[in-house]
């Protein structure tokens, strides 16, 4: 039997700036690939709930902003109900409930058009409160961070979801909350380390 003791472990590298090539061609200039990049929306014209536009930015541990971050949403509908996941068959077919979203090259701002979704139920039946799935890559990121999207305006749903309220640090329950700041806008930035990281989820 071959001995294979002398081998070393390959160095590893980080996930961008190449990422881009692949997922977000049209984005990065690079045209021919896809028509468009797949997953530009999670949601298709006739789509029912509230439409909403969230922007924001990632940012690393020193107060920059990453230009080339990119992530991936998976949502549900407006009723709570994500896509395939529906036995009864009442979820809304103009939801896809996954987007892949890239940041502004030069401002490092992303920006997602969806629609605000429904209360999905924890495993024991208990409602969480509305929110967005995210797996989030970017320069220097080796693996992908998981966290989701909330929102403000939901106090009471907030207050009662067995997610946030299982949060030991209640100070920082708002690093997943997106900020209203108009009919249908809402702001929510990443931070990736220091104060007021974003809360992620070991999953």
Same mark, same amino acid.
């Given at each position: ?11 590893? #590298? ?33 789509? /029912? ?7 924001? +930015? ?16 998976? #949502? ?17 077919? %103009? ?15 992303? +920006? ?26 970017? +320069?220097?990121? %080796? ?12 106090? #009471?749903? %907030?207050? &009662?979801?067995?997610?946030?309220? /299982?949060? &030991? ?15 249908? &806008? ?6 990736? #380390?220091?104060?007021? &990281? ?6």
């Amino acid at each position: 039997m071959q001995k294979l003791d002398y081998l070393k472990e390959t160095p590893s #590298q980080t996930a961008g700036p190449y990422v881009h090539i692949g997922l977000t061609p049209n984005a990065l200039g690079i045209p021919g690939i896809y028509p468009v990049d797949l997953g530009r929306s999670p949601v298709r014209d006739g789509a /029912r709930g509230e439409r909403i536009t969230i922007t924001g +930015r990632v940012i690393d541990g020193a107060g920059m902003v990453l230009r080339d971050a990119l992530f991936e949403t998976w #949502q549900a509908d407006a009723d709570g109900i994500y896509p395939g996941n529906d036995p009864r068959g009442a979820a809304d077919p %103009n939801v896809t409930g996954w987007a892949r979203v890239a940041a502004d090259f030069d401002t490092g701002i992303w +920006r997602l058009d969806t629609i605000k979704p429904g209360r999905v139920p924890f495993p024991d039946g208990r409602p969480m409160a509305p929110h967005i799935n995210v797996w989030l890559v970017a +320069r220097g990121v %080796n693996l992908g961070l998981q966290t989701r999207i909330c929102f403000d305006d939901e106090e #009471q749903a %907030n207050a &009662e979801c067995p997610v946030l309220t /299982r949060i &030991e640090h209640k100070a920082r329950i708002p690093t997943l909350l997106a900020k209203k700041t108009g009919p249908g &806008e809402y702001s929510f930035d990443f931070r990736l #380390q220091g104060e007021d &990281e974003t809360v992620f989820f070991d999953i």
